[in-house]
């Protein structure tokens, strides 16, 4: 029994299946997120305008209506992060007050783990945003056809069709210092944000966390015994000169110290850097909407009230 959702978008308040009973589910004003599902509106607002101001493209190719597709993209990764910090604030409070086991801390940790994880993705759909909004331009196009790192984006390039990933980028300083020299100055507020992003606080400490966790070790949680270089039954012996010269085994084991902290400081990190990146992508959107007619050769103009709740779209020509 199932049947397709109609409704323009869904704003979910937690992601695990708690049969109603939610009592004592934190609140996004209590983590400091209210205002993210403000940005996810507004995004959203600006993907279901769903438009392309030229009557003579292919609607299936059409790189504004891609543009369109990566804001609500955003949106829906923004508001299920903001829900999954949700459930790993709930964990945390409902620890404290040993309603839950002390061990469920290692859901909260995973939980504020794939957050970070999602939140990286959305700086890179960011970046892909605003490039693909200046290759909207055929002149555009040209130039980034042009330059080998943005080769794939060049003329050739088709929006939804094109699966190359060199036609998707991410956020980092050479390709943000090419995208300044190479973009019209309309272009460049939108650069120097996502290079504020990059070199903020909030973004190095999520990467920092991840960079670990998926190229290196991702320490096991400090719930459990673990193994790190001073865990373990086993001690050396150690000769007059400090050297090893056997093994020595106690009957209580020494438990590891390398997950000291991470559930809290994941956790914390998490909650700091998705209002910081949901700003980012709403000052993005907004700005495009707002240069919409500059950026169409002023044949559209769009207009997204504050609170995201209505909008209208113009064709001027």
Known sequence: MSSPYDTAWLKLRHVGAHGGAVAHRPELTDLGLDGVHSVCDRVWAYSRSDFEPDPFTDLHTSQWRETCA?????????MICAATLVEASWHAK???QEREPAGMAIAQRFLADAVLDTAVSIGHRLVNFVVRVARTDAEIQAVLGGIARFEQLGPTYKPFVTDDEKAWLSISEKTLASLRS???????PAVDRLDRLRKSPEWSAVMDIRG????RWRKEHEAVRGVDAQSGFAENTYDHAGNPNGIRVSATARRHVAGDGLTARTTDVALRAIPVIAAAVDETV???AQNLSALTGGRMELRIDPQGRSREIRRLM
């Open 286 to 288: 907004a700005e495009t």
């Open 94 to 96: 409902l620890i404290e």
């Open 182 to 188: 190479n973009l019209p100055a309309i272009h460049r």
């Open 212 to 215: 670990e966790n998926a190229h």
């Open 70 to 78: 990566l804001a609500g993209s955003m949106a829906e990764s923004l």
